[in-house]
């Protein structure tokens, strides 16, 4: 399942790109992240691992992401796996002169009964994980 979200943040972009790229702010923008923790110290980059807990509902998923691309202001893209879904996030930044063009997609692949309904779903989890999450970024920083 592909979603696929766009914003303008009224931002410079390496403010933008350095706090969204560092998957352990994930939690203070994206609503279905409950905790997010880099694993170890260092810069954040190719192979900065993150321990995070998802939530869609009453459900709590721990989950492991790790940075597979980076390309400073420009690209990052995150591998994520746990529970019953694998993930793969790419968010892509350009500099605006009104602020940084955010686009994000997340491909989602489910495994169990979870890939049968999931285009069921898809409408219900486009809005919740896709359109807040990045609503939530917005939010955050442009606060």
């Known amino acids: 399942m592909r979603l696929h979200e766009t914003r303008l943040i009224k931002r410079p972009l390496d403010e933008v790109f350095a706090f969204t790229a560092d998957f352990a ?35 709590r998923t721990p989950m492991t992401y790790v940075i597979e691309e980076y390309e400073p202001n420009q690209r990052v893209v995150l591998r994520g796996e746990g529970g019953s879904v ?8 350009e500099e605006r002169p009104d602020g940084t063009w955010v686009d994000y997609t997340a491909d989602l692949i489910f495994d169990n009964w ?3 309904a999931s285009p069921l779903m898809k409408p219900i989890i486009s809005r919740l994980v896709g359109k807040k999450a990045l609503d939530g970024l917005v939010e955050t920083l442009e606060q």
């Open 86 to 93: 694998r993930a793969v996030d790419e968010i892509i930044f």
């Open 114 to 116: 979870i890939r049968w």
């Open 25 to 59: 702010n994930s939690e203070r923008w994206d609503p279905g992240v409950e905790s997010s923790r880099q694993q170890g110290d260092g810069p954040v980059g190719v192979g900065t691992h993150y321990d995070l807990v998802t939530r869609f509902g009453s459900s």
